[in-house]
Antibody, heavy 121, light 109 residues
């Protein structure tokens, strides 16, 4: 059974840092594309970052230069290092498997339960 | 940047009736369009990908259609568990970006 479990959220002051983790089971993180998606309270979904199976990484403009996505293959775990946090980064952060079809479609087929990050003084 | 616009923002429908949700892209996304359902306090759930292919385990009452810039999610006979928020999502190959619509809240009439 595929499972994604996030952790590491919490309250942090503006300008601070936090590292989120996403432990996967039922599939191999390093063989898949993996993304982080966030949702501000009462708002819609916003894609944050993706790491390809080959290791390439990409970011939304809103977090570029501040967030870093990575993975630990030995732990089958995805990470999101968040630096220089701002109030507008307050959100539930979900990790999700980014499935690619041979036809070029991309979608998120498995999601974690999310972890809340609150940036406030 | 491709912008996804969903309409209406809120849709009120009675159980057993049909619901039709729309999603429009600011430029063509071919058939690279997915639909998700989200209930309060839960993660989104994949319903449809490739504009019209149901994900594993999704009931046949959910169907997707469209290509290019206009897409539709239809729920043929609403069940109580279908009342939720629905999001469309597109993927752009280069640079890799993913854009969600702002969501349609499907509520009980």
């Amino acid at each position: 059974e595929v499972q994604l479990v996030e952790s590491g959220g919490g309250l942090v002051q503006p300008g601070g840092s936090l590292r989120l983790s996403c432990a996967a089971s039922g599939f191999t993180v390093s063989s898949n594309y993996m993304s982080w998606v966030r949702q501000a309270p009462g708002k819609g979904l916003e894609w944050v970052s993706v790491i390809y199976s080959g290791g390439s990484t990409y970011y939304a403009d809103s977090v570029k230069g501040r967030f870093t996505i990575s993975r630990d293959n030995s732990k089958n775990t995805l990470y999101l290092q968040m630096n220089s946090l701002r109030a507008e980064d307050t959100a539930v952060y979900y990790c999700a498997r980014d499935y690619r079809t041979y036809g070029g479609n991309s979608f998120f087929d498995y999601w974690g339960q999310g972890t809340l990050v609150t940036v406030s003084s | 940047e491709i912008v996804m616009t969903q309409s209406p923002a809120t849709l009120s429908v009675s159980p057993g009736e049909r619901a039709t949700l729309s999603c429009r892209a600011s430029q063509s996304v071919s058939s690279n369009l997915a639909w998700y359902q989200q209930k309060p306090g839960q993660a989104p759930r994949l319903l449809i990908y490739g504009a019209s292919t149901r994900a594993t385990g999704i009931p046949a009452r959910f169907s997707g259609s469209g290509s290019g810039t206009e897409f539709t999610l239809t729920i043929s006979s609403l069940q109580s568990e279908d009342f939720a928020v629905y999001y469309c999502q597109q993927y752009n190959n280069w640079p890799p970006t993913y854009t969600f619509g702002q969501g349609t809240k499907l509520e009980i009439k």
